[in-house]
């Protein structure tokens, strides 16, 4: 997730300084949240019929090959080379990080107790800590940019992932549950109704999240930094690189934290079955008031940079609500035999939601700015509350 982040950071900002427009950005993230798609899809079922430590072995192997591979990319290569060469780096680590990110949220579910306040705590501690490491990857990718080498950096990563990788073949992986191999592929589809309509409610979840982080928010605030004359836009892409990793840093806080939440821990099996749907609808409020406060004002003034900070800290305590009670419910949903093929359809379903709000971010600041960005995604989230409300 660390170079995951990093990579993501440094591709953003990296082509838009050469003049690439939102769409063209946006297009360069498709095949990364593609691959996502189909990762977690198959990777469910790799990982129910021949193992979920040959997802997680497979997943931390390809992230080293990823990140030595972006380590190559030269200077002097024709842009068009360079492009297709990252979006193909970038391929390669979305499938890394969806394998091994399938393959630890299953394994909770084996590996805790049975326990279901228990089992809250255990996926919410792990999803918040992988966002706030993911978060740190920002950060170190803005921090490449403007001090030091990345390629030093890619090699750091690779050596981390190399020791984590050992590590997991002695720790983990003999825990894990074994190869079944009567599992058949037309079973990655799940019969569960109440699986059916969260990993709906998920694809508009995540697409309502991405389509304005991905472009949108990033590349306003990098233009707002760089017209401005604050005397920091020599500081752009460290500033920019560091709010959205404390965005995600303080998201990923409030996932871990929300299970002692006393308005969360003290709900009963049936509460927590509901309580997505009142969250989603709360969550929407945000950024459909963003967006009318931002069309009504100057975007380009420091008042609409103040409110779109506070906005958007609003939203990641709201979001991190509504992801950490859909992590949990997903775990409770299915059982230990089926885990690797519901978390798997499950997690495609997140990535096409991360899919279809990566190419709606672009198109939508580019039609008509961060305002519209924010409106889709309250649109989204209500179509995600849809979802919600039919878990029983």
Excluded at 96 to 121: E, G
Excluded at 124 to 150: D, H, M, P, Y
Aim: charged share 10%; net charge positive; aromatic share 14%.
């Amino acid at each position: 997730m660390l170079s995951d982040g990093a990579l993501r950071m440094l591709v953003l900002l990296h082509f838009h300084t050469l003049g690439y427009s939102p769409i063209q950005l946006a297009y360069m993230f498709v095949l990364y949240e593609l691959a996502g798609v189909f990762t977690n899809i198959l990777a469910g079922w790799i990982g129910s019929r021949y193992g979920l430590s040959s997802t997680l072995v497979a997943g931390l192997a390809l992230q080293i090959v990823a990140v030595l591979a972006l380590s190559q990319l030269h200077q002097d290569w024709v842009l068009a080379y360079s492009v297709t060469y990252v979006m193909f780096v970038q391929g390669l680590s979305g499938i890394a990080k969806d394998l091994s990110k399938m393959s630890a949220k299953s394994a909770v579910k084996v590996l805790s107790p049975d326990d279901n306040q228990r089992l809250f705590r255990w996926v919410a501690t792990l999803t918040g800590s992988k966002n706030a490491v993911k978060g740190l990857g920002f950060f170190i990718g803005a921090i490449a940019l403007n001090f030091f080498s990345f390629v030093s950096v890619l090699y750091g990563m690779a050596i981390v992932l190399l020791i984590v990788l050992l590590s997991s073949l002695i720790l983990i992986s003999n825990r894990l549950p074994k190869r079944q191999s009567s599992s058949k592929f037309k079973e990655i589809f799940s019969k569960n109704s109440n699986i059916n309509w969260l990993s709906f409610s998920r694809v508009f979840l995540f697409g309502a999240r991405d389509v304005w982080f991905v472009v949108g928010v990033p590349i306003y605030f990098y233009t707002f930094l760089s017209q401005k004359n604050l005397g920091v836009s020599d500081f752009a892409f460290f500033i920019v690189g560091s709010f959205m990793a404390i965005w995600i840093i303080f998201y990923g806080i409030i996932q871990a934290l929300v299970p002692k939440l006393k308005f969360i821990r003290n709900k009963t099996e049936r509460q927590l079955l509901e309580a997505p749907f009142g969250w989603i609808i709360v969550l929407s409020l945000a950024p459909l008031s963003l967006s009318l406060l931002l069309f009504l004002i100057d975007q380009t003034s420091v008042s609409s940079l103040v409110i779109m900070v506070t906005g958007l800290l609003v939203f990641a305590v709201l979001f991190a609500i509504n992801s950490s009670l859909h992590s949990y419910l997903i775990l409770s949903f299915t059982n230990t035999e089926r885990v690797a093929r519901d978390v798997g359809f499950y997690y495609m379903s997140n990535a096409l939601g991360r899919l279809f709000g990566t190419i709606l971010s672009g198109i939508t600041y580019q039609a008509s700015g961060l305002w519209l960005c924010l409106a889709t995604s309250g649109f989204m989230l209500l179509i995600s509350g849809i979802g919600a409300k039919k878990l029983k």
